[in-house]
């Protein structure tokens, strides 16, 4: 197989094979502590209030948006307070682009426009309501910020000449970075089967005024996944609002340190060839354990927080058997971009994030699943971005 052949258009996650069975999420760290343990502790740290008087944003919606970074001439950090705006979602956009498998896999993404929503790729996956838009953002902390833009990472230019003086890309420790998924108040009426009123919207979800093109309108999270620089891999942790229909389809929820019932199976089914036979089940709240709860009280988390759920977190591209880990969101993968949470694996994919001398962004691998292999990225010329697909936006 020659190498244009050997990429597709694939990001966050997307696969080529099904797998049936459900694999195992989270497991110990090199110093023995949990890894559902560091996606709490990250979760209770980037959620809580950001003391800007006056706000709803809590800490990760202070830090720098992609926007900010890779669209931003030249890059700054946010003032404070500073409106919000969401963007479609990129793997949305990338994956709705599919080219030929002869096609060169260097991309830039010039349709995202912040202050706009789209529709999914497959709101069928998810029951989303016909018409209804998905709106996006991703966050970066100081730490991601400052090594980005110091190591000029942010630009085509910038990235060639980290390509020609052979830099290593390697973020600090302390990085940790954030994507989150929104849906209109209005739309997410409609997918509650108008179940629920905005006050109760409001005490159920975190809600925030976005600004848009047409004006400011008011969105809830339904989910949001980040990855933290613990590990040379990342540490990658995924949550989801305990209402999203699904989100536990396929490979279960896992939380061996907050929850009360650590392991919840899936309740859908798969065909041999993997079409969803049941999908879209209603898995109920997710009670906090009370370490958890403590946690949440210290940090002075809202109440909202309390109805959004790990769905589970990973650190290694496969399980003790060679079997994939697979990490996807009902939301981001599956309903955004069309991607069976089967087929998801964010550590894998993210692996394959890279530029070229050009300064050009790609590495987009058949099977996103698995074992990464670095010799995929070293034979099409290719510089991996430790796990950062926001080279993608790079003017």
């Known amino acids: 197989m020659s190498i244009a052949k050997s990429f597709s258009f694939a990001i966050f996650g997307l696969c080529v ?7 195992a999420q989270g497991s110990l760290l090199p110093w023995g502590q949990s890894s559902d343990q560091v996606g709490w502790e990250t979760f209770v740290q980037v959620t809580a209030p950001s003391g800007i008087p006056g706000s ?17 001439s030249p890059p700054k950090w946010p003032t404070a307070p500073s409106p919000k705006r969401l963007h479609p979602s990129v793997l949305n956009v990338v994956a709705s682009a599919m080219v030929t498998p002869s096609a060169s896999p ?3 993404v010039e ?18 309501p016909k018409g209804a838009c998905i ?22 230019s910038g990235l060639a000449a980290a390509a020609k003086n052979g830099l290593i890309v390697n973020l600090p420790a302390d990085s940790i970075e954030v994507k989150a998924d929104w849906v209109k108040i209005s739309d997410l009426k409609v997918w509650q089967h108008n179940t629920l009123n905005d006050d109760q919207i409001r005490k159920l979800y975190h809600v925030n005024t976005v600004e848009e093109q047409n004006g400011k ?47 919840v199976p899936a309740k859908n089914s798969r065909s041999p ?65 069309d991607i069976p949470i089967p087929k998801s694996s964010c550590q894998t994919c993210h692996a394959y994030a890279a530029f070229d001398k050009t300064g050009a962004a790609g590495g987009f691998p058949d099977n996103a699943i698995g074992a990464f292999d670095p010799k995929v990225l070293e034979k099409a010329g290719m510089i991996q971005n430790d796990f950062i697909w926001g080279v993608l936006l790079a003017r």
């Open 17 to 23: 094979s099904y797998v049936p069975q459900a694999s």
């Open 56 to 72: 709803a944003n809590v800490e990760f919606e202070t830090w720098a948006s992609d926007e900010d970074i890779y669209r931003t």
């Open 106 to 108: 260097r991309v830039t």
């Open 111 to 128: 349709s995202i426009a912040p202050g706009t929503c789209a529709p999914p790729s497959n709101p069928q996956a998810g029951d989303f």
């Open 135 to 156: 709106g996006e953002e991703v966050r970066r902390n100081w730490a991601s910020f400052q090594y980005i833009v110091g190591n000029g990472l942010f630009s085509k």
């Open 217 to 263: 309108t008011d969105y809830a999270l339904v989910a949001f996944h980040f990855s933290t620089k613990q590990v040379k891999n990342w540490v990658w942790a995924d949550f989801e609002h305990e209402l999203n229909p699904g989100r536990c389809d396929d490979t279960g929820c896992h939380d061996s340190f907050g929850a009360v019932m650590a392991n």
């Open 273 to 337: 060839n993997g079409q969803d036979l049941n999908g879209n089940q209603q898995y109920g709240a997710c009670a906090k354990n009370d370490v958890l709860e403590k946690m949440m009280v210290n940090a002075q988390i809202g109440d909202v927080w309390r109805h959004y759920c790990l769905k589970g977190s990973q650190i290694t591209f496969v399980n003790a058997d060679g079997s994939p880990t697979l990490l996807g969101n009902s939301v981001i993968e599956r309903i955004a971009a």
